[in-house]
């Protein structure tokens, strides 16, 4: 089969069938609750049934005594023997300039519980239902102590302290930007506008739970279990267990769902490896559902009151913002990097804003950690500043298109350097407003509203135009290329399949090189004996993944031309390759790439590479949301939504729309019906099933407009690709919502409609339709 046909059917920029899929759809994927050793013991875990709480006493006799129940152990147990806590080591400093304090968060609460839901202890047994019931017969004693859920009321005189010790509550602070140039802008500006915003607490809550398989075989650690960061997970089990890496081996299958939930580990990780060791059997741990909602890290949960100074023209001169992230009741590095650091870095977007002054603040409550979740801080900035640029435009009484319009980034200022000191390589953002203005109808939307005002339904239009940062601050990804006789070339990479087609896009790119059959390309991930490296987060598998698979590959080709050349009695200037063979030039003399592998001492060619990008990718997208709402009910329908977006170079097309239509319907979510909500007074979770937690339903909006322009390729990658993976959620969000507000003010609201806050339920929104609003969040 011909080069030309291989690479015009399986390569990059081709739709084809998913190499995962044929496993997965004839039910023999493998997760990690697929594998069951023989001999396989199993551990439920008792958590704590308070907010806060000392731990008086733990007496485990009565569980011990259950049937089949193994061993029991308890956060006393694992300090004793040395199982350290987890490290929180971030850059910033309390507001006293001194260093980050967070208590200490083990494997399994010690002395005191912080949150409901904090694993407490561990029943190990001979099946589920006995661990289950031991967990039920075990006697804690607690005494309780009064807690704080809300994240601006933590930061209140009085409030109790998560902390022993501490003053506050306050985990860092951050200030960015230029306060009195700021203040001087705002002083001479001739418009100015300020929005308060409740980015509220939401769960990622992936279809598969988070699950463990420990194995100790008197020398080396297994553990199996679902996660974005293998190599990740392997570091924090030898940091906590003073182990050596060569002492532990994580591996991992299949995964249903990351979005950011399954990055590094988690504290029932490490109590699964010291039980594993302590036991030496196998030890399998499920999460239920409700321990998902409890206990895997949650998302967002910021508060902030935002303002932007404009000139008469609309040109944007300024934005201050005072923001306060709620980190949960442990000061995780990621918990502060998101609102301190890592949404703040898109704070000015697309837009040429010359200065910022940015108050930020992390605090910690009595609630479950806060973590990565699709976007991690670039949702909470960019919803920020569209909500300005529309508040702004009502103002100004511009069309919000036109305003964004005019403080776009022109193409001739890059490479651009925002305030945050952040420089984007390329970017032509007003050409992407332009093609979503025409794919959204954008003109033609007084005709519909009209359309929709005669089925007494009230509609409104929104818009979000965007980029984001990805990387995940990993630069570098290392790839080994295996070619064996049998006809296959394995690639294995340490970027990590979650459901989104990574292998996929991966095999494709192995084709453009090695100009095989695809079925020729077998990838393998999720090994940390076979490979080490960041993982999959921040959007990074295929611009950083991707990239390293094109450098290891063509390194690939070029020793083996070295190998053909001497099998072939030829100078390695003349070989030549095409379509898995190489050939003497002029001649009809050749070899094939796999017979070549034969041929070598241990019958195989092997290349392992590491390759590094110059620095983030910025995708940009202009997004267009239409939404009707029932006066009647408050009921909100999205009924429209285009979006035009630039990834620079798309390997994948079917893969990069379902990551952006995916995304975007996450960030529906959260615009319009989902919340984590804790009881103010005795901190329990209020939404802990899916009875209480509302997420967005099949049977909603699925008619996508979804283009992408490939006509700007990044800078920072051989690839020229950029990240694809949040883009969705960060514009479907403020998207939705200012189209609601448009919707709200057209119905007699006016200014007032910029008050709502999410999740825009059919009861806040009716609400609002009656002048009814809540509060704002900061309140100096």
């Known amino acids: 089969m011909?080069?030309?046909?291989?690479?015009?059917?399986?390569?990059?920029?081709?739709?084809?069938?998913?190499?995962?899929?044929?496993?997965?759809?004839?039910?023999?994927?493998?997760?990690?609750?697929?594998?069951?050793?023989?001999?396989?013991?199993?551990?439920?875990?008792?958590?704590?049934?308070?907010?806060?709480?000392?731990?008086?006493?733990?007496?485990?006799?009565?569980?011990?005594?259950?049937?089949?129940?193994?061993?029991?152990?308890?956060?006393?147990?694992?300090?004793?023997?040395?199982?350290?806590?987890?490290?929180?080591?971030?850059?910033?400093?309390?507001?006293?300039?001194?260093?980050?304090?967070?208590?200490?968060?083990?494997?399994?609460?010690?002395e005191k519980v912080r949150f409901v839901g904090e694993p407490v202890a561990m029943v190990v047994a001979e099946s589920r239902h006995a661990a289950q019931a031991g967990v039920e017969a075990l006697m804690v004693d607690y005494e309780e102590l009064p807690s704080v859920t809300d994240t601006a009321g933590a930061l209140r005189p009085g409030a109790p302290k998560v902390v022993d010790g501490l003053p506050d509550n306050i985990a860092a602070v951050a200030r960015h930007g230029d306060a009195a140039a700021t203040d001087a802008a705002f002083k001479k500006a001739a418009v100015r506008v300020a929005v308060d915003i409740v980015n509220q607490r939401v769960a990622p809550t992936p279809i598969e739970p988070r699950t463990v398989l420990a194995d100790f075989d008197g020398k080396r650690l297994t553990i199996r279990?679902?996660?974005?960061?293998?190599?990740?997970?392997?570091?924090?089990?030898?940091?906590?267990?003073?182990?050596?890496?060569?002492?532990?081996?994580?591996?991992?299958?299949?995964?249903?769902?990351?979005?950011?939930?399954?990055?590094?580990?988690?504290?029932?990780?490490?109590?699964?490896?010291?039980?594993?060791?302590?036991?030496?059997r196998p030890l399998k741990w499920r999460a239920e559902r409700l321990e998902e909602f409890l206990s895997a890290v949650h998302g967002r949960d910021v508060v902030s009151h935002a303002e932007m100074a404009l000139d008469a023209s609309g040109k944007v001169l300024a934005v201050r913002v005072k923001a306060v992230g709620n980190t949960g009741a442990y000061a995780t590095g990621t918990g502060i990097l998101i609102p301190l650091v890592i949404g703040p870095w898109v704070t000015t977007s697309i837009y040429d804003i010359p200065l910022i002054d940015l108050d930020l603040t992390a605090v910690m409550t009595h609630t479950n950690v806060i973590g990565a979740y699709r976007g991690a801080g670039r949702p909470e900035a960019i919803y920020q500043i569209e909500r300005l640029m529309d508040a702004a435009a009502r103002e100004l009484q511009l069309d919000p298109a036109e305003l964004r319009r005019?403080?776009?980034?022109?193409?001739?200022?890059?490479?651009?350097?925002?305030?945050?000191?952040?420089?984007?390589?390329?970017?032509?953002?007003?050409?992407?407003?332009?093609?979503?203005?025409?794919?959204?109808?954008?003109?033609?939307?007084?005709?519909?509203?009209?359309?929709?005002?005669?089925?007494?339904?009230?509609?409104?239009?929104?818009?979000?135009?965007?980029?984001?940062?990805?990387?995940?601050?990993?630069?570098?990804?290392?790839?080994?290329?295996?070619?064996?006789?049998?006809?296959?070339?394995?690639?294995?990479?340490?970027?990590?399949?979650?459901?989104?087609?990574?292998?996929?896009?991966?095999?494709?790119?192995?084709?453009?090189?090695?100009?095989?059959?695809?079925?020729?390309?077998?990838?393998?991930?999720?090994?940390?004996?076979?490979?080490?490296?960041?993982?999959?987060?921040?959007?990074r598998s295929l611009y950083i993944g991707g990239s390293a698979v094109h450098v290891a590959s063509k390194k690939t080709i070029d020793e083996a031309r070295t190998l053909a050349a001497e099998a072939l009695e030829a100078p390695a200037a003349d070989i030549e390759y095409k379509a898995g063979r190489f050939s003497v030039t002029g001649t009809d003399l050749g070899i094939g790439l796999f017979e070549l592998a034969g041929k070598q001492k241990d019958e195989r060619i092997f290349v392992d590479a590491n390759n590094t990008v110059g620095g983030p990718s910025w995708p940009n997208s202009c997004h267009v949301c239409e939404v009707e709402i029932d006066p009647d009910t408050g009921k909100v329908d999205v009924v429209a939504y285009a979006s035009v977006n630039d990834i620079g170079r798309v390997v994948s097309p079917q893969i990069a729309r379902g990551q952006v239509e995916g995304g975007a319907v996450q960030g529906i979510g959260q615009a319009l019906c989902e919340k984590v909500s804790y009881d103010a007074e005795t901190g329990q979770a209020l939404s802990a099933t899916f009875m209480d937690y509302a997420m967005p339903r099949v049977d909603g909006f699925l008619h996508f407009k979804t283009e992408f322009d490939t006509s700007v390729p990044g800078k920072s990658n051989v690839l020229g690709a950029k990240g694809v993976g949040e883009l969705g959620t960060i514009g479907a969000t403020p998207a939705v919502v200012n189209a609601v507000i448009d919707a709200l003010d057209h119905a007699g609201q006016g200014r007032k409609a910029e008050q709502v806050q999410m999740p825009l339920t059919a009861e806040r929104v009716w609400r609002a339709l009656h002048g009814d609003y809540d509060p704002a969040p900061l309140k100096d």
């Not at 023999?28 to 023989?38: E, L, S, Y």
């Not at 733990?58 to 004793?80: C, E, R």
């Open 2 to 110: 011909s080069a030309v046909l291989e690479t015009t059917r399986f390569g990059s920029g081709k739709e084809v069938a998913r190499v995962e899929d044929p496993a997965l759809l004839a039910g023999k994927g493998q997760f990690t609750d697929d594998v069951a050793p023989a001999g396989q013991l199993h551990v439920v875990f008792a958590r704590s049934p308070h907010a806060h709480a000392r731990i008086v006493s733990i007496d485990t006799a009565s569980a011990l005594a259950v049937p089949g129940v193994v061993a029991v152990f308890t956060g006393a147990d694992l300090a004793q023997a040395g199982v350290k806590p987890m490290p929180t080591v971030v850059p910033f400093k309390r507001p006293d300039g001194s260093d980050v304090v967070s208590a200490p968060r083990r494997a399994l609460a010690h």
């Open 406 to 539: 005019r403080n776009m980034i022109q193409p001739n200022q890059f490479p651009y350097t925002n305030p945050m000191q952040q420089v984007y390589d390329c970017g032509e953002f007003e050409k992407i407003l332009d093609q979503g203005l025409k794919l959204a109808d954008w003109n033609g939307f007084a005709a519909r509203r009209a359309a929709s005002e005669r089925r007494g339904l009230l509609r409104g239009r929104g818009i979000a135009t965007f980029l984001e940062w990805t990387s995940g601050m990993a630069y570098e990804e290392r790839v080994t290329v295996t070619v064996t006789p049998d006809g296959m070339i394995e690639v294995c990479s340490a970027v990590q399949q979650m459901g989104q087609g990574i292998a996929t896009s991966l095999a494709q790119l192995a084709v453009d090189v090695f100009q095989v059959p695809i079925d020729r390309i077998r990838v393998v991930m999720g090994d940390t004996d076979r490979n080490n490296g960041f993982g999959s987060a921040g959007s």
């Open 225 to 280: 279990l679902s996660s974005q960061m293998p190599s990740g997970v392997r570091t924090s089990v030898c940091d906590a267990m003073g182990l050596n890496p060569d002492d532990v081996r994580v591996v991992v299958g299949d995964v249903g769902g990351g979005f950011g939930m399954k990055t590094g580990a988690y504290p029932e990780d490490l109590a699964m490896a010291y039980a594993a060791r302590a036991l030496k």
